[in-house]
């Protein structure tokens, strides 16, 4: 008995879909996440107190530049209408180098920390790879409403720790 392609192709087809409806789903698997407590890491870099020193030199002269700076602006400001037009011209001056030098002063605190969040960053990855993380989330920004539970052993620091030494 021989079937024609009119007849067998239409219920090789119904076959072909009844097989695929009754075949176990593939079931993905569940995003593994993490925690890791990012002041701690950086606290554990090896240059992180030489770092922490640079930054507090920047700020000690940021605090003491800029707030001179304010000073002057504060003084021009309390004037009001009574402000002459130079001294108007002045605040306007002022103000741009504030912000100009607020700017350049926040530059040179993101350079000096910048190679200690790439050390902490590739150190986070690499254990989060090797154990199966696909997600890995501040511990402390995670607390501030995020997430309301973890388990202990979600928390990844120690071994971010010892990666980073």
């Known amino acids: 008995m021989k079937l024609s392609t009119k007849v067998a192709l239409p219920l090789l087809t119904m076959a072909a879909v009844g097989a695929a409806t009754l075949a176990p789903h593939a079931q993905t698997a569940p995003n593994k996440v993490g925690f890791v ?42 004037k009001g209408n009574a402000a002459t037009a130079a001294e108007k011209q002045s605040l306007t001056q002022l103000e ?6 607020y700017e350049a002063y926040g530059k040179q605190i993101a350079d000096q920390s910048a190679p200690i969040e790439k050390a902490v960053d590739a150190a986070i990855n690499k254990v989060a790879k090797a154990n199966g993380y696909s997600v890995v989330m501040d511990r402390n920004v995670a607390a501030q409403g995020l997430v309301v539970f973890a388990e202990p052993t979600a928390d990844l620091t120690e071994a971010v720790m010892k990666e980073l030494k």
Do not use: Y
């Open 37 to 78: 407590d990012v002041q701690r890491l950086f606290a554990a870099h090896p240059s992180a107190n030489t770092v922490n020193a640079n930054i507090k030199t920047i700020e000690t002269r940021a605090n003491t530049e800029l707030g001179q700076l304010r000073q002057q602006m504060v003084t021009i400001s309390q």
């Open 96 to 101: 741009a180098t504030f912000k100009s030098k």
